[in-house]
RNA sequence: GCUGGCGUAGCUCAAUGGCAGAGCAGCUGAUUUGUAAUCAGCAGGUUGGGGGUUCAACUCCCUUCGCCAGCUCCA
């Protein structure tokens, strides 16, 4: 039976009666009257465009213009305009995929000459042009066969490259004016919409991401619907560049790099390696009274044991070796060998499980030229890495006692973060039931304890699953920082055994685990993420002694001492510059207070505390100021650090 | 590693084949100042390194080191 009726679901969960064929558009229109911000619709569930027509009974939910869902579509629909720009202007240019990404939109181009900044120019200007031509997205569905021969016949061969992996019968079209892309959409009604968007950068990218592939051209952009969100977003960009941890770490005097030592090796200066102190000495507290063992192996191992570890087959292009006494050595990427070392020193009984193995563990690793960023990514650098080595029975408390443990750090610095399970990479070592029991432990603990993950398939180390945490910065990019990951294969190759209640030996199993990951990369997130305005218990200096004149540096160098005998970390300026100027210069340097001193103040014996904020404190005795500190720095750290207690 | 861009004083940047410069920072002097820049003077350079073209190179070419954006890869 065919009536010409169909049945629609509105979002409110109404239902509504409409002629068969009706488009999204009319059912939308006649169901929310004067709502024509309408830009597309998901009919059962799934993204479709206004104009089209409804077969069958079915739910209908429009995509509002400013939804998330609708950013996505116009970004996506932009990368097409951007697209038709390019194909205007550069006609030999063959266009690959443009797809929407977090922030905006991107699209790659095969072209004979790399593009330039004045072309982005000359693209955005047809861009408007084409916009303002308010030309409809068409869409319509051709036989596949008949898709690659269009293709193959304007010369697209990355589209005809795509269409011939595809199995389903039919594929998509999209026009608007004279372009023409194999897409699925749905797209804004028509170019109009685009009202709000800038190219922001060009870069090459390899087609389909692998770098085997030819190198293609990408222009990224970003599109909003209205001038004002992208003004703010330019703005919140702008704003992400002051907080650079590269321009702040040379500002604030923490760190280098320099071209006579090498790329991918920090210089600590002074404030810098005091900040990296203070986070390893807490660290340090923090493991000891977690009952974990702190040990130090050495940077060279033979070559012989990086064989036993699979190290050497599955991860010698980022190490460096060396040969000594005719012995080939390789310097350690991972700390994990001497900490198994040290665990077949004795004969282990399950009394003495769980073992849990601490080190301040520098590695170096060679990494790609073109990937080394400030602190971020490094060819030395130091994690906080410990090894637990426990009994099967152990695993579940000690993954969950990890996670515990990197949720309270967490939660100490502010951080928000996301977690994912990355699964067996193709490159590894170990047997798929291991692997699957790795997984799943690790799985189970993130479950108990209620945490939201994804996964990444494939992702894993070469030894074994893992469990990452990755840390929003500034520019909302994640970086990987905890990781906990579960090892049955390591335990494996070293014959690693304890002695259980019956007598026997048993195989132990290992996690390898950081917190904060590396110190080199921490830092670098940790400056991101305060601006550099350190909380006072991470502060270099705490506070920066300015005197109203010359006449007051007697006594503002008695109070600094006063001051450091208590713990405070404090500087005096000496230059005999104005009060203002002196201000300045510690508020530049984002020292969270300043002690300032005049007559007044030796008169009372006492100093007149500001906050970096500007708020004024009232006139204290330098004891009182170090109290203030000692408090301040407890309540910032969660109780875990006091002065002098670095 | 790949594609593109870049490298000038401690920092930020000028100088398009013809005398290497400015501001800030530094130093010296004057000033002695009350909450985000006092004034003056001085000094600061093998223009990342090496090679080449040219009468002449910061400038053009080659090479190497490093940096930046992205791709690929990772803490």
Redesign the pocket.
Known sequence: MQSNDIEITLSDGGKKIFPRGATVREILAATAPGKNGWIAAKLDGNAVDLTKTVEGNASIEGIAAGSNEALVILRHSAAHIMAQAVKSIFPEARVAIGPAIENGFYYDFDVAR???EDDLGRIEAKMKEIAAGKLPFERSEVDRKDAIRYFSETGEKYKVELLEEFTDPTVSYYKQGDFTDLCRGPHIPHTGYLKAFKLT??????WR???RNA?L??I?GTAFFDVEALEKYLDFLEEAQKR?H??LG??LDLFS?S??I???MVIYHPKGALIRHILESFEKREHLRRGYHIVVGPTLLKTELWKRSGHFDNYRE?MYFSEIDGQSYGIKPMNCLSHMIIYKSKIRSYRDLPLRFFELGTVH?H?????????????Q?T?DDAHLICTPDQLNDEIKGIIDFVLDVMGIFGFSYEMEI?TR?EKSIGSDEDWDRATKALIKALEEKGIPFHVCEG?G?FYGP?I?VKLLDALDRR?????I?CDFTMPERFDLTYIGPDGGRHRPVMLHR?I???M???LGVLIEHYAGAFPVWLAPVQAEIV?????QLEFAQQVARELQERGVRVEVDL???????K???A??QKIPY?L???????TAGAI?P?R?D?T?LS?MAPQKFADLVQKECLESSKGRVGLGTI
């Open positions: 790399p593009f330039t950068h060009v870069a090459g990218a390899y991401g692998d770098e190198m051209q990408r990224y650079d590269r321009k040379r500002e790099f071209d006579e090498g790329a991918g980022n690793r990494e790609k030229s073109g990937v080394l960023h400030g602190l971020m990514r490094v060819r650098f994690q990355s990479p992702d180390a893992k990452d970086w990987q920082c905890a990781t990951q950081v904060l990951g590396s080199e990369r921490f005197t109203v004149t010359d006449a230059r005999s510059e104005k009060l203002g100027y201000i300045r210069d508020q530049k300043m300032v001193i005049g007559d007044k103040e030796v007149a500001r970096r500007g004024q006139l």
